[in-house]
């Protein structure tokens, strides 16, 4: 099991960003991915979950209509899509994968196993 993200960089506040999360070793269809991000000095928290085992899709409250989350299963990534950037969104993002397949968003943001190695966006104000 794999995951890479990639797509952070540094952004002037205001701006968006698109970030990757690449997934091997596993079949996308059957299990849920979701993104986390912690920011300095803070907890990881979860951002956004999706999954193709009933094609749906949770935000933190904090990102939702700001952020959009999407699976291409043909080239097994998934992306987040984040708009309007503030430096409140400075954080290291990484996605991850529950331990069990069949899992459902359920706004928990627990029982993640797999973790990439994260990417790192910073917005400048």
């Known amino acids: 099991v794999q995951l890479v993200e990639s797509g952070g960089g540094l952004v002037q506040a205001g701006g968006s960003l698109r970030l990757s999360c690449a997934v091997s070793?596993?079949?996308?269809?059957?299990?849920?991915i979701s993104w986390f991000r912690q920011a300095p000095g803070k907890e990881r928290e979860g951002v956004a979950c999706?999954?193709?085992?009933?094609?749906?899709?949770d935000y933190a409250d904090s990102v939702r209509g700001r952020f959009t989350i999407s699976i291409d299963n043909a080239k097994n990534t998934v992306y987040l899509q984040m708009h309007s950037l503030t430096s409140q969104h400075t954080a290291v993002y990484y996605c991850?994968?529950?331990?069990?397949?069949?899992?459902?968003?359920?706004?928990?943001?627990?029982?993640?196993?797999?973790w990439g190695q994260g990417t790192q966006v910073a917005v400048s104000s």
């Open positions: 999706t999954t193709s085992v009933d094609d749906s899709t």
């Open positions: 070793g596993f079949n996308l269809d059957y299990y849920t």
């Open positions: 991850a994968r529950p331990t069990f397949t069949l899992e459902l968003c359920d706004g928990k943001w627990s029982g993640y196993s797999y």
